[in-house]
């Protein structure tokens, strides 16, 4: 990404959340990160499908998923990094490699070659081959626009849909094959409110495929109309996916606990917080996640905030997963007055 456009997207941020300079900070690292990248070149996409679903950092990256170890570890330092629930999942074989044949139209081949789901992630990898290697010519990164169903014709996500149970999306556009006219599509959907319905299938309809010049991610070079659809068939690990459902040992007036679970990519949870201004955004990147060996988590990036009863409540994925075996938890809040409140989480009784 070029200065210019950092700045601006900091700003459209700045303009609807009020962003700690200790977030804009890390997103400074982020783009740093970016700028040294040589073969992995990124795409940030935004998505408000809603004004409640809060960005509480500002950048966040997505590493494509392969499922091949060797590739996991030569690459997982630069980008999974940010999303080490999902990392911990793919890690322990909570991942799928597929098989399903490719779709061509407008001399242009999709084909979804990865996946990884439950109910408050959804990560897939295309792959895109184009006939004419020409049109790639001077492009970086692409994007997608996907309409995502489930077995029943349930919408997970798709611009324009309401009530839908993603929140919004990180893309990254591999581009190691590009001379051979070739991009993998790594996408991350995520669903704060951990939604995501378990399903046998999904139904993948790719619309258009947006290609974007080095720097210029605001104006694309060139719009392909599709249709492109593909029907991919899940493991069953996928169509019955069981977390550990935590409780709160201390719930009390001002901070309690509504539901708690830990799930492959991430642990969800929701709360509510007894707070003088119940509509502040910033309340998200106040709270903390402590396990029993003093490890702290960070959030995914995204929340689902509203207020009921003058109180905030709010949904969460924090970066650790089942695979991960924690007893306990402890989730902190810090107010603007730097007082502490904390809720410890254990383990239900079966």
């Not at 200065?3 to 300079?21: A, Y």
Request: no cysteine; charged share 25%; net charge positive.
């Amino acid at each position: 990404m070029e200065r210019d456009f950092e700045q601006r997207l900091k700003s459209s941020l700045s303009r609807n959340v009020e962003i700690p300079q200790s977030v804009l900070d890390k997103a400074e690292g982020a783009f740093n990160e970016i700028r040294n990248q040589r073969k992995q070149r990124s795409a940030k996409k935004f998505v408000s499908f809603k004004e409640r679903w809060m960005a509480a950092a500002a950048v966040v990256l997505f590493l494509g998923l392969t499922f091949n170890q060797p590739v996991i570890a030569a690459i997982k330092a630069t980008f999974w990094g940010n999303h080490t629930g999902v990392e911990r999942a793919v890690e322990n074989g909570y991942g799928q490699e597929l098989q399903t044949a490719s779709v061509k139209s407008q001399g242009v081949e999709t084909k979804v070659t990865n996946v990884v789901i439950d109910k408050s992630r959804l990560g897939l990898s295309v792959d895109v081959k184009f006939d004419d290697l020409k049109a790639l010519k001077n492009v970086e990164s692409m994007n997608l626009d996907m309409l995502i169903t489930d077995s029943q014709g349930n919408v997970i996500s798709g611009d324009g849909y309401p009530n839908q149970p993603v929140g919004g999306f990180d893309s990254i556009t591999d581009d190691t094959n590009k001379n051979s006219g070739s991009l993998r599509y790594n996408v991350l959907f995520q669903s704060p409110s951990s939604s995501i319905p378990q399903t046998d299938q999904l139904n993948v309809e790719i619309k258009s495929i947006a290609l974007y010049a080095k720097g210029r991610a605001d104006k694309p070079l060139k719009v392909i109309k599709g249709p492109w659809e593909q029907k991919v068939s899940l493991d069953k690990q996928f169509a019955n996916t069981k977390g550990i459902t935590y409780t709160a040992a201390n719930n009390n007036e001002v901070f309690s606990i509504d539901s708690a679970e830990l799930l492959p990519t991430g642990f969800n949870v929701k709360f509510s917080l007894a707070t003088p201004n119940p509509n502040d955004e910033t309340i998200i990147s106040r709270v903390q996640l402590v396990d029993s060996k003093g490890n702290s988590y960070k959030s995914s990036g995204m929340a689902d905030m509203s207020t009921v009863n003058n109180k905030a409540v709010v949904s969460m994925t924090f970066e650790v997963s089942s695979f991960d075996k924690v007893d306990w938890f402890k989730l902190m809040y810090k107010d603007a007055n730097g007082k502490n409140s904390v809720v410890k989480l254990v383990k239900a009784a079966k």
